[in-house]
C-alpha cells in the first residue's frame, strides 16, 4: 500500500450526509450505500441524457460509495461528483471531498488542479492585481461557507432557524427593488444554506425549516414569472407549494396558494387563477393571513380580464372589506404583505381592466403618491395603464409616448418581459386604423424588441407579472 493510501482517512462529512437520510424503504433507518449508489446512478443517466453523451464511467456500487466514506478516492471524477453533489444538493466541500495537495505550495503557472480551486484562485488574485471578479467572488463565498460550516457545529436549533428566517424577511424587503435575476441569485443562495442545514447530523425536518424553503421559494417563482420564465415559475410555484404543505401551518398554505395565482393570471389562463384563489380562500378561512385580502384582489383582477365586470367588482369589494380588517403584519412592506399602495395598484389595475378609466387614474395617483421611486415595477405598471386609457380614448399618440417613455426609464436588469407584455395590452386598447399611426407602429416595434430581448436574456418563453 503506498503512502497516499496510509495517510488517507474516512471522510466523515460524506458519511453523516448519507446517515442524514432516511432509507425510501419506509424502514425509518438511514439511506443504505447501495440505496445512495442506485439514487446516483439515476442521475447519472439524466445528466448522460441532458448532455446528450454516452456512458463513460461503469457506475456507483456500494462498495464504491464504501470506498468513498473511507476516503479513497478523496477526489472522484466529475461525473461521479456531479452527482453526488445533485442528490445532497451540496457542494464538493461540504461532501468532504478535496484534491491531493503537493508537499510544497506550487509555483506560479503550475497546474491549478495541484491545490483545491478555491485557493488557487485566492492565490492568483492575491498576487497580482487583475483577476476573475466573478471567480474571485465565488472562491471567497465558499471560504465564508466554511466558516458557517464551522459556526453551526456549535449553534443551536433555534439559532439556525432564526439565521435562516432573518433571510426571508430581508429577501422579502429587497425583492422590491433589487432586479430580479440577482434576486433569483441571492435567494437561492439561502436555498441551499436551508439544505445544508435540513443536512446536519441529527438536524429534524421541522416545520419551521418546510416554511423557511416554501417562502423562498415562492420568492424564487415570483421573480422567475417576472422575467417570463413560464416553465420555472410554474416549477418553482409547484415546489413551494409542496414545501407549504409540509410545514403544516394553514395561513401559510393559504398565502403561497394566492401567490401561485400570478403565474395563470399573468400567462394567459385567468380561469386557473380563479380557482387558485378560491382555493386560497378555503385554505384561509378565518386565520389573519395575506390570503384574505389577496385572494379576492388576485380573483377580481382574473375575473376582470375575463371581461366578467360584475363579479370582478364583487371580489373587488370582498378584497377591500378583508383589507380592512387585516392585520398590521398582512399590511406591510414586504413581498408577504398587502400594503395600502399596494392595495391600490391591484385595484387601478382591476378598474383599468374593466374600463373605469377616470376611477382608476384617481387611484393609480393615490398609488404613486405612495410609491418610492426605488420600487420601478409596480410604477411602470401603472404609466402603462394609464396608457391603456390614452389609447382606449383615442388619444394614440399621447398613450405611445407615455408607453415609450416609461420602458425606456426602466434601470439595468430591471427590463423584464412583463413590461413589455402589458404595453402590448395597453396598444391593443387602440382602433386598428390608430395602430396603423406611425407613432404607434414605432412604439409597438420597440415594445416587441424589448420583450424578444427580455426573453432572450432570462431563458423566458413568456410575458410575466
Not at 4 to 18: E, G, T, V, Y
Not at 352 to 381: M, N, W
Not at 427 to 435: F, L, S, V
Request: proline letters at 4%.
Amino acid at each position: 500500500m503506498t503512502k497516499q493510501k496510509k495517510d488517507r482517512k474516512p471522510n466523515q462529512k460524506l458519511i453523516a450526509m448519507r446517515l442524514s437520510r432516511l432509507s425510501p424503504s419506509g424502514s425509518g433507518r438511514p439511506l443504505s450505500r447501495e440505496e445512495l449508489a442506485d439514487a446516483c446512478n439515476r442521475i447519472l443517466e439524466r445528466i448522460y441524457e441532458r448532455q446528450e453523451r454516452k456512458r463513460r464511467w461503469a457506475g456507483f456500487n456500494a462498495s464504491y460509495i464504501g470506498g468513498l466514506e473511507l476516503g479513497e478516492p478523496a477526489w472522484p471524477n466529475a461525473d461521479y461528483r456531479a452527482a453526488l453533489r445533485e442528490f445532497f444538493g451540496s457542494t464538493d466541500t461540504e461532501l468532504g471531498f478535496y484534491i491531493d495537495r503537493p508537499d510544497r505550495a506550487p509555483e506560479i503557472g503550475a497546474n491549478p488542479l495541484a491545490v483545491e480551486p478555491s485557493e488557487h484562485i485566492l492565490h492568483q488574485g492575491s498576487m497580482r492585481a487583475g483577476g476573475d471578479i466573478g471567480a474571485i467572488l465565488t472562491a471567497t463565498d465558499q471560504v465564508r461557507r466554511r466558516i458557517e460550516d464551522f459556526l453551526d457545529r456549535d449553534a443551536t436549533f433555534a439559532g439556525k432557524v432564526s439565521r435562516l428566517q432573518n433571510g426571508v424577511d430581508i429577501h422579502a424587503q429587497d425583492v422590491l427593488t433589487v432586479p430580479p435575476l440577482e434576486m433569483v441569485s441571492r435567494i437561492g443562495l439561502d436555498i441551499l444554506d436551508t439544505l445544508n442545514v435540513l443536512q446536519l447530523p441529527g438536524m429534524a425536518r421541522t416545520r419551521e425549516l418546510h416554511a423557511v424553503l416554501a417562502k423562498l421559494a415562492v420568492l424564487t417563482a415570483d421573480e422567475m414569472n417576472v422575467v417570463g420564465n413560464v416553465h420555472a415559475a410554474r416549477a418553482w410555484y409547484a415546489t413551494a407549494m409542496a414545501a407549504a404543505d409540509r410545514s403544516e401551518v394553514s395561513e401559510l398554505r393559504a398565502d403561497v396558494c394566492a401567490l401561485s395565482a400570478m403565474m395563470p393570471l399573468y400567462h394567459g389562463n385567468p380561469a386557473e387563477a380563479v380557482r387558485l384563489t378560491q382555493r386560497a380562500r378555503q385554505l384561509a378561512g378565518g386565520n389573519k393571513c395575506l390570503a384574505n385580502p389577496l385572494a379576492p384582489m388576485l380573483e377580481a383582477l382574473a375575473r376582470a380580464s375575463q371581461g366578467d365586470r360584475r363579479r370582478a367588482k364583487d371580489a373587488l369589494s370582498d378584497a377591500l372589506r378583508s383589507y380592512d380588517n387585516a392585520s398590521d403584519d398582512v399590511r406591510s412592506e414586504t413581498a408577504f404583505g398587502l400594503s395600502l399602495r399596494r392595495r391600490l395598484f391591484y385595484e387601478g389595475r382591476i378598474l383599468t381592466k374593466i374600463s373605469d378609466y377616470h376611477s382608476a387614474g384617481a387611484v393609480h395617483q393615490q398609488a404613486l403618491e405612495l410609491y418610492p421611486e426605488d420600487v420601478v415595477g409596480d410604477r411602470t405598471i401603472i404609466k402603462l395603464d394609464s396608457a391603456a386609457a390614452l389609447f382606449a380614448r383615442a388619444d394614440p399618440e399621447h398613450g405611445a409616448e407615455v408607453v415609450s417613455t416609461a420602458l425606456r426609464a426602466l434601470p439595468n436588469g430591471h427590463q423584464a418581459s412583463i413590461f413589455a407584455a402589458i404595453a402590448s395590452e395597453a396598444i391593443g386598447k387602440a382602433g386598428e386604423n390608430t395602430r396603423a399611426l406611425p407613432a404607434v407602429r414605432s412604439c409597438l416595434e420597440f415594445v416587441n424588441d424589448l420583450g424578444r430581448q427580455s426573453r432572450a436574456s432570462s431563458g423566458g418563453q413568456g410575458s410575466g407579472r
